[in-house]
């Protein structure tokens, strides 16, 4: 085999950079920023448990004196509904019962209530009220 000692051209006007990456001032910086960030993290909670201590001795300054032995008094109405489903089958319960049972809506007049179940056999045995046919109806 042949060397091929003299292929590469040489200018010497060209040249490359003959040091590397200074290493050391890298990991420098970066344990420098880790530091920095151990030191803010530490006096962040500092200043968070400062902060909630603070506010323990606040609320527990701040006592209503009117307020004492009221704990179980209602507020005026309308209230919040304390179990929606529970009062939602109440009513439906109950306009159930109006809809399937005998009662007065108003005794003075003679108007009562009768369950539906009855009212349509009522309507078909009675048949539904018509108005009587005139002559110009008939004559069409």
Sequence with gaps: MAEHAGHEPRHTDVAHEASDVNFRAI?????????????VYFVVWLFFGYLT?????????LAYP??????DRLPPEPRLQANPRQ??????D?????????????????????PIDEAMKLTLQR??????????QVVK
């Design 87 to 92: 009062d939602l089958k109440d009513l439906r």
């Design 66 to 71: 009117l307020a004492v032995g009221q704990d």
């Design 127 to 136: 048949g539904l009220p018509a108005r009587a046919a005139t002559e110009q």
């Design 94 to 114: 109950a306009e159930e019962a109006r809809l399937k049972s005998y009662g007065w809506v108003d005794r003075n007049t003679g108007v009562v209530r009768i």
């Design 27 to 39: 990991m420098t910086f970066a344990g420098g920023l880790l530091a920095l960030g151990a030191v």
């Design 53 to 61: 201590r603070r506010a323990d001795r606040a609320s527990a300054d």
